[in-house]
């Protein structure tokens, strides 16, 4: 493992630290016994059938987990499916069809998920979107959010007391750097008010995210189901090549591959240390902080709004805060 020193350093310049040149130089330290075999576990992935979420499905495929791969399109499921199977040489890979922007699929797919698997000891809320444009989900929210934090929001809190009967168990939220340039908009959750930008609009998505990752340290706390944040770097995904085309192109030979970007998805639902504490943003199988700027820092009363228009807007109801729901 490199210096601590060196690694910050390489963290703060962003580029050093984002790039497929700070995951060179910081997986060096690394060693292959971190991952822990997962014979017998269930992983969940959304998000699964491209990128991160592809590529986090073949890593759990390869230590032995059961890997339910969550995709919207069946047949894009299927394909990622075999390709995972292919290449890892487990076959025990399931398919789940879900729309993370749609409750009543997510509702569905809970439900089913809860009824097939006896057991779920990772869900990891991988799945994501940007929009150029501001666009309403089929539940009329604006469809980032939908997608990123209203559908993780629904799908965690309905698969809460399956994980909690597995436990030790992990929830884990994939967010984004970008998170550090935006503040928590509670007054605006749906963007509604002046222009749209979407990356912004996005980057305030992954903020929430880290957000109700917190939300659910604390709540869930001495119940075996630990929960966590990380963002994957700079990673070449087919998310990245359409949502940001300028950037692709002049980050292209820099970004890093799936799996490297997937790499601490990995880790934190398969190694021994992420499994004592909960509540942390991960990048790197390291900690980082969740505030760089000080203009990015919410109140308490700001947290607690979150969660209360998460509540309403996702239809989850608040009293199964307990998990029995």
Request: charged share 20%.
């Amino acid at each position: 493992m490199i210096g601590s020193i060196v690694d910050t350093v390489l963290d703060r310049t962003v580029v050093g630290g984002y790039t497929n040149v700070g995951y060179q130089v910081r997986s060096r330290g690394w060693s292959a016994s971190e991952l822990q075999r997962m014979d017998g576990k269930v992983v969940a992935v959304t998000g699964a059938s491209s990128g991160l979420g592809l590529a986090a499905a073949e890593g759990f495929a390869r230590l032995g987990a059961t890997v339910w791969v969550i995709v919207r399109d069946r047949e894009r499921g299927e394909r990622a499916r075999a390709e995972i199977a292919a290449r890892s040489g487990n076959n025990d890979i399931q398919v789940g069809v879900c729309d993370l922007s749609r409750l009543a699929s997510i509702r569905s797919f809970a439900g089913r998920l809860s009824s097939r698997a006896s057991r779920l000891d990772v869900l990891v809320n991988n799945a994501g979107t940007m929009t150029q444009t501001r666009e309403l989900s089929a539940d009329g929210i604006e469809l980032t959010l939908a997608t990123n934090v209203i559908g993780p929001f629904a799908l965690t809190n309905r698969l809460i007391g399956l994980l909690q009967r597995s436990a030790p168990a992990r929830i884990i939220n994939v967010s984004s750097g970008g998170m550090y340039a935006q503040r928590l908009r509670v007054d605006d959750l749906q963007s509604e008010h002046g222009s749209f930008d979407g990356p912004s609009v996005y980057a305030r998505s992954k903020r929430a995210e880290v957000v109700l990752t917190e939300i659910w340290a604390q709540r869930l706390a001495g119940s075996g189901v630990t929960v966590h944040a990380m963002h994957p770097g700079w990673a070449d995904t087919p998310g990245v090549r359409s949502s940001l085309p300028r950037f692709y192109r002049a980050t292209r030979p820099l970004l890093r591959t799936p799996a490297e970007g997937a790499d601490t998805i990995v880790w934190l639902g398969a190694a021994a240390e992420p499994a004592l504490r909960s509540g942390r943003f991960w990048h790197d199988r390291r900690p980082r902080p969740v505030h760089l700027l000080p203009r990015t820092r919410e109140t308490p009363a700001q947290r607690a709004s979150l969660w209360a228009q998460c509540v309403e807007l996702s239809g989850w109801h608040d009293d199964a805060a307990d998990g029995s729901s």
